[in-house]
């Protein structure tokens, strides 16, 4: 640290408890420092990959399980050079300095360093099996129901009822679950209603799997979102991939909103 400080002729760092911090007169100069750092990065990686056709995506697990990869093959049959490395987690990664050319995020699209282009906002709704429907004819036939729930769909159902006028149902929460993919299981096993948005269930109500006893949607605020590192020009096979993925996009709020038809003809 000496003979680097000797260099430049001033000083650069602070000596603490958990070692060497940036002296606090030269900050921008690191964080310019390790901006460059990632630029430079990212034109070597570019140069690696973006060449052969190789997508790196950082992706929700559930999002991936239950609505991408149930559709990639149409893409893989449009673009079957294009190879694919996916990492499903649910943690928010930085795009650039982990080496991704993309993620699919959820929330309001309000991230620093990044692009970020809307594919569909998240539409709540109540599911349940075929079989059920008939003894769910309205919302205060919730409170006979056995509601499938945990966690992460609280606020979803409180939302969704109060959009309603249904503040006043008392719900029976039967089953208390860890997570959202396994309430939309519970929910194909015929163990009762559980309230899913359109990613999550499409699949299986189009397999008439899952019905909406109560075809209802409610608006989350919170949408899925595919993002990019910023000032990076988007590689061909990115472009399309991204193209492809809006389509798809498109195409399930449509059949979201004529199976959602079909059931409300169905339950009058």
């Not at 399980?65 to 149409?74: A, G, S, T, V």
């Not at 059920?132 to 499938?148: F, Q, T, V, Y």
């Not at 979803?156 to 149902?169: C, E, K, R």
């Not at 396994?182 to 194909?188: D, R």
């Amino acid at each position: 640290m000496l003979n680097i400080e000797k260099k430049f002729g001033r000083h650069l760092f602070i000596q603490s408890k958990s070692g060497f911090l940036p002296h606090s007169d030269i900050s921008d100069f690191f964080q310019d420092l390790h901006h460059g750092l990632k630029l430079i990065s990212r034109s070597i990686e570019s140069l690696n990959n973006d060449t052969d056709g190789y997508i790196r995506i950082s992706v929700p697990p559930v999002f991936a399980r239950n609505w991408l990869l149930p559709r990639l093959h149409k893409f893989y049959f449009e673009q079957p050079d294009i190879r694919f490395s996916f990492d499903a987690s649910r943690e928010v990664v930085d795009v650039a300095e982990r080496g991704y050319h993309c993620a699919i995020r959820y929330g309001h699209g309000d991230w620093q360093d990044v692009e970020a282009v809307k594919l569909m906002d998240q539409l709540l709704f109540p599911v349940c099996r075929p079989a059920l429907r008939e003894k769910i004819s309205s919302i205060e036939g919730l409170a006979d129901a056995n509601i499938i729930t945990c966690d992460g769909l609280a606020d979803h159902w409180v939302n969704w009822l109060d959009a309603n006028g249904a503040q006043h149902v008392r719900l029976r929460k039967k089953f208390m679950l860890s997570d959202e993919d396994l309430c939309l299981g519970a929910a194909i096993g015929g163990l009762g209603v559980t309230v899913t948005w359109q990613t999550q269930a499409i699949e299986a109500m189009k397999s008439a799997q899952l019905v909406s006893p109560l075809p209802m949607t409610l608006v989350s605020g919170r949408s899925y979102w595919l993002v990019t590192p910023r000032e990076k020009k988007l590689p061909p096979a990115l472009r399309q991939f991204h193209t492809w993925l809006s389509e798809e996009a498109k195409t399930t709020m449509e059949d979201l909103m004529q199976l959602l038809r079909t059931s409300q003809a169905e339950t009058v």
